[in-house]
């Protein structure tokens, strides 16, 4: 059973940036492949980004690609989203997942094993 947990979420102005965290249990963090999601109120889960197990390949959506980045670092249990630009509509939960397999990144919810608790994230005008 893998455990994770985001924080670095808060409150910032449109055009600012937040770093998020998401901390993994386990030691066989680097063999998944892990993925950022997002929901707001009323909409469904949104992928946001994945990234491979040796965090070589990386895989955006298309409402943050050149905003977001994906990183991690498989000393540190840790897998990171730093988003800049921030837009008012990327006001949202986010949470980290993991996939066991790692074979290939994917945007489906679905397709992952472990989910943390979500960070609120807001991005006000």
């Known amino acids: 059973q893998v455990q994770l947990g985001e924080s670095g979420g808060g409150l910032v102005q449109a055009g600012g940036s937040l770093r998020l965290s998401c901390a993994a249990s386990g030691r066989l963090f680097s063999v998944y492949a892990m993925g950022w999601f997002r929901q707001a109120p009323g909409k469904e889960r949104e992928f946001v980004s994945a990234i491979s197990g040796s965090g070589i390949r990386t895989y955006y959506g298309d409402s943050v690609k050149g905003r977001f980045t994906i990183s991690r670092d498989n000393a540190k249990n840790t897998v990171f989203l730093q988003m800049n630009s921030l837009k008012p509509e990327d006001t949202a939960v986010y949470y980290c997942?993991?996939?066991?397999?790692?074979?290939?990144?994917?945007?489906?919810?679905?397709?992952?094993?472990?989910w943390g608790q979500g960070t609120q994230v807001t991005v006000s005008l």
């Open positions: 997942a993991a996939d066991r397999t790692g074979y290939s990144l994917t945007r489906e919810p679905g397709e992952y094993d472990y």
